[in-house]
C-alpha cells in the first residue's frame, strides 16, 4: 500500500516538474483524497473517475498526460492509495494551505463525494473527518455539503 502512495507522489513529480515542493505536496495529497472519498463506499464508478479528471485537470501545470498517469493509477490501484492512512496528506494540507484553500479543497471533496448523485454514509463520515484532520469545522463542512443537496437524489 506504501507503494501506492509512492507511485502517487512520483507521478505528481514527475508531471509537475517545474512546480515547488509545496505545489507537488498538496498535489499530491488532493489526488490522494480524492481517492480516498471517491472509494469510501467499496466502489469507484465512471461518473467518479470523470469527476477527478475535471478536477485534477484544473492543476495549473498538470498536463493531460499527467492527469491520465493519476488517473491510471487510480484505476489500477485505487482500493491501495484509499486503504492508506491519510495523516500524511492532512498535515501536508494543514502545513502548507491556506485555511480558504483548505475549504476550497473540501469543497472539491464533497463534490467528488456527491459525483454520483448519492452521498452515502461512508462518504458523509470520510468527508467529515477529513474536514477535522483539516483544522476545519463541522459548520464549514455542513456549509459546504449544503451547497451540493441540488444535486443529490438522497443522502444515503
Not at 22 to 42: E, N, P, S
Amino acid at each position: 500500500m506504501v507503494q501506492a502512495r509512492d507511485r502517487l507522489a512520483k507521478i505528481v513529480e514527475q508531471y509537475l516538474a517545474d512546480a515547488d515542493d509545496a505545489t507537488r505536496q498538496i498535489v499530491t495529497a488532493v489526488a490522494g483524497l480524492l481517492a480516498k472519498v471517491a472509494y469510501a463506499d467499496g466502489d469507484y464508478s465512471e461518473r467518479e473517475e470523470v469527476t477527478i479528471r475535471a478536477e485534477l485537470g484544473r492543476v495549473h501545470g498538470l498536463s493531460a498526460a499527467g492527469v491520465d498517469a493519476i488517473c491510471g493509477l487510480l484505476a489500477d490501484q485505487i482500493s491501495h492509495v484509499a486503504l492508506i492512512g491519510d495523516h500524511d496528506w492532512t498535515r501536508d494540507l494543514r502545513d502548507l494551505a491556506s485555511r480558504e484553500l483548505r475549504l476550497e479543497i473540501l469543497e472539491v471533496l464533497v463534490e467528488m463525494g456527491v459525483a454520483d448523485e448519492v452521498l452515502k454514509q461512508e462518504e458523509q463520515t470520510q468527508l467529515r473527518r477529513i474536514a477535522k484532520a483539516l483544522n476545519l469545522t463541522q459548520d464549514d463542512y455542513n456549509a459546504i455539503q449544503s451547497k451540493h443537496r441540488d444535486k443529490l437524489s438522497t443522502l444515503q
